[in-house]
Nanobody
Framework: QAQLVESGGGLVQPGGSLLLSCAVS????????MYWYRQAPGKQRELVGY????????ELSDSVKGRFAFSRDNSKKMLYLQMNNLKPEDTASYLC???????WGRGTQVTVSS
């Protein structure tokens, strides 16, 4: 059974950085494009971006481009989201997803506030 577990969230000041991780088990990780989504209270879930199965290409939403970066380690079945220059509007629960199928983690909360 697929299991995705996010970690690394927390409270950070504007301009700060966080590294989110997603540990994956139960699927052939290297075969899946991996996605990060985020959802703020009262708002729809928003696609942050994705990384291809080999990690050779990433696509990020305009709202985070230039500040966030994806990476993955297929040998460890790990997905990462490096978030820099965080803004209050980045506050949300961040969820990883496998293949854009209905395979989700529970999310990790990121709060950007002074």
């Amino acid at each position: 059974q697929a299991q995705l577990v996010e970690s690394g969230g927390g409270l950070v000041q504007p301009g700060g950085s966080l590294l989110l991780s997603c540990a994956v088990s139960g699927i052939n990780f290297r075969n899946y494009a991996m996605y990060w989504y985020r959802q703020a209270p009262g708002k729809q879930r928003e696609l942050v971006g994705y990384i291809t199965p080999t990690g050779d290409r990433t696509e990020l939403s305009d709202s985070v481009k230039g500040r966030f970066a994806f990476s993955r380690d297929n040998s460890k079945k790990m997905l990462y989201l490096q978030m820099n220059n965080l803004k209050p509007e980045d506050t949300a629960s961040y969820l990883c997803n496998a293949g854009n199928y209905d395979i989700w983690g529970r999310g990790t909360q990121v709060t950007v506030s002074s």
